[in-house]
């Protein structure tokens, strides 16, 4: 009993030592609700709950680790775990943003801020964005929040991205640009310049270009109207056949041939072996 009595009474001092700025004001305030989620009900867009705190100098809590809350409620029921994690100095990734009235931690923390702007209601926007103070973002509901510039029409404007689907145009937007708080406070102080008329004309001679190349290739495509006359097929001609003409080298030998046969005998006649022995 004791020392459920000691652990009470600590967790009173350490939540005055949070406190304890706060009540120096001239009157005192305190949270009767708080906005409440834990873990991954926290990403939820469509989850909305509220914690009632119990305790009269109570205030409200949101967690941020890495840019994400991971936690949001009444700061004395925010668990152990949580508040020595937000007490500690060593804890970088963490943000742990407090406020005391109710239902007052809606916002992100103070690490999360960005420009928040139009150049139509603000000069400054456009020309001097470093002299406009950043304010808190909303909390993000899917993601985290990061910080965007645009320009449409010439009108700048500057603010917070929450949704992954923002997120994700802006991106896809060449007059848009994202950055992300953590990496550097208020990062979306650029100065923008609109380059839709650049990419318009340069889509228009795109478009040119390509309605030419269609034109030329149509034309170069497209059937000649000259006809060409065919003749009649004709029979094939016949091969001639290899019949000697009449006065060619070859009939002159087939028609000589029994005039050297009868000129040989003759020789043989006359210049034969008994013929020479006959003359002596």
Request: hydrophobic share 25%.
């Given at each position: 009993?004791?020392?459920g009595?000691?652990?009470m009474?600590?967790?009173?001092?350490?939540?005055?030592?949070?406190?304890?700025?706060?009540?120096q004001?001239?009157?005192v305030?305190?949270?009767?609700?708080?906005?409440?989620?834990?873990?991954i009900?926290?990403?939820r867009?469509?989850?909305q709950a509220?914690?009632?705190c119990?305790?009269q100098?109570?205030?409200?809590?949101?967690?941020?680790?890495?840019?994400?809350?991971k936690?949001q409620?009444?700061?004395?029921?925010?668990g152990?775990?949580w508040?020595?994690r937000?007490?500690?100095?060593h804890?970088?990734?963490?943000?742990?943003?407090?406020?005391?009235?109710t239902n007052?931690n809606?916002v992100?923390?103070?690490?999360?801020s960005?420009?928040?702007?139009?150049?139509?209601?603000?000069?400054?926007?456009?020309?001097?964005?470093?002299?406009?103070?950043p304010q808190?973002?909303?909390?993000?509901?899917?993601g985290r929040?990061l910080?965007?510039a645009?320009?449409k029409?010439?009108?700048?404007?500057?603010?917070?991205?929450?949704?992954?689907s923002?997120q994700?145009?802006?991106l896809?937007?060449p007059?848009?640009?994202?950055?992300?708080?953590?990496d550097?406070?208020?990062?979306?102080?650029q100065?923008?310049?609109e380059?839709?008329?650049?990419?318009?004309?340069?889509?228009?001679?795109?478009?040119?270009t390509?309605s030419?190349?269609?034109?030329?290739?149509?034309t170069s495509?497209?059937?000649?109207?000259?006809?060409?006359?065919q003749?009649?097929t004709?029979?094939?001609?016949?091969t001639?056949?290899?019949?000697?003409?009449?006065?060619?080298?070859?009939?002159?030998?087939?028609?000589?041939?029994?005039?050297?046969?009868v000129?040989?005998?003759?020789?043989r006649?006359?210049?034969?072996?008994n013929?020479?022995?006959?003359?002596?």
């Amino acid at each position: 009993m004791l020392n459920g009595s000691v652990s009470m009474l600590t967790r009173k001092c350490a939540i005055l030592c949070i406190l304890y700025p706060l009540l120096q004001a001239p009157f005192v305030l305190a949270s009767d609700s708080c906005f409440y989620c834990r873990g991954i009900n926290c990403q939820r867009s469509s989850y909305q709950a509220t914690e009632q705190c119990v305790d009269q100098l109570d205030a409200c809590v949101s967690v941020f680790e890495g840019g994400m809350v991971k936690a949001q409620g009444c700061l004395e029921l925010l668990g152990d775990s949580w508040r020595e994690r937000c007490e500690s100095e060593h804890n970088t990734q963490l943000q742990c943003e407090i406020c005391v009235s109710t239902n007052c931690n809606n916002v992100s923390s103070s690490q999360l801020s960005c420009l928040q702007c139009q150049d139509i209601q603000d000069d400054r926007c456009r020309t001097a964005p470093e002299q406009l103070v950043p304010q808190s973002c909303g909390i993000a509901r899917n993601g985290r929040s990061l910080c965007y510039a645009s320009i449409k029409d010439q009108q700048v404007e500057r603010g917070c991205s929450l949704t992954i689907s923002e997120q994700i145009s802006c991106l896809a937007n060449p007059n848009c640009q994202l950055c992300d708080p953590l990496d550097m406070p208020h990062c979306n102080g650029q100065q923008l310049e609109e380059t839709a008329e650049i990419t318009s004309t340069s889509t228009s001679s795109s478009t040119s270009t390509s309605s030419s190349t269609s034109t030329s290739t149509s034309t170069s495509a497209t059937p000649s109207t000259t006809t060409t006359t065919q003749s009649p097929t004709e029979p094939p001609t016949p091969t001639p056949t290899t019949t000697p003409k009449p006065d060619s080298a070859q009939s002159l030998w087939s028609k000589n041939i029994p005039i050297l046969l009868v000129a040989l005998q003759l020789i043989r006649y006359f210049y034969g072996p008994n013929k020479l022995l006959y003359k002596k």
